[in-house]
């Protein structure tokens, strides 16, 4: 099968990009995921805990 047969089914899929952290281990990341996620079932990278991860609150401007 050719790469042209292939479909992205993630394409034009609203998501969320915020910055969150962990309230486990702290661990600070950008995280971008579907819009229809919630956030409680989120996995922190660094402890691999789910349900901890909540956004800090920071602006996510064009520029910085």
């Known amino acids: 099968m050719s790469d042209s047969n292939v479909i992205d089914i993630e394409e034009g899929m609203p998501s969320e990009v915020a910055e969150l952290i962990c309230l486990g281990c702290h661990h600070r990341t950008m995280c971008v995921w579907p819009a229809s996620t919630p956030m ?5 990278g660094k402890c691999g805990e789910v349900g901890l991860m909540i956004s800090t609150g920071q602006r996510m401007d064009d520029e910085y």
Do not use: F, I
């Open 40 to 44: 409680k079932v989120l996995e922190c």
